[in-house]
């Protein structure tokens, strides 16, 4: 069974740091791409971000570009999202993704 276990998420401070962790495990994590991606109050999901099966290509969303970084290990299958800079804007549940499949998301507010 696939599953995908997101956490890290809290309250933050804006301009502050948060790093969001995401468990993965029931499918072979070495050799697929994975996501993150976010769910603000009222609106749709937005993808947020994207690294290749070996972490040397990653893509970014205009709004996140420069702040939030996306990294994996494979060897323990786990991916990761360093978000620095953090603006209310960002406030949302995120989400790990792999193709359609997401896991149940973390909450993070940016609130001072």
């Known amino acids: 069974e696939v599953q995908l276990v997101e956490s890290g998420g809290g309250l933050v401070q804006p301009g502050g740091p948060l790093r969001l962790s995401c468990a993965a495990s029931?499918?072979?994590?070495?050799?697929?791409?994975m996501s993150w991606a976010r769910q603000a109050p009222g609106k749709g999901l937005e993808w947020v971000s994207f690294?290749?099966?070996?972490?040397?290509?990653?893509n970014y969303a205009d709004s996140v570009k420069g702040r939030f970084t996306i990294t994996r290990d494979n060897a323990k299958n786990m991916l990761y999202l360093q978000m620095n800079s953090l603006k209310p804007e960002d406030t949302a549940v995120y989400y790990c993704?792999?193709?359609?499949?997401r896991g149940q998301g973390t909450q993070v507010t940016v609130s001072s």
């Open positions: 993704t792999m193709g359609t499949t």
């Open positions: 029931g499918f072979s994590f070495s050799r697929l791409a």
């Open positions: 690294i290749n099966s070996d972490g040397g290509r990653t």
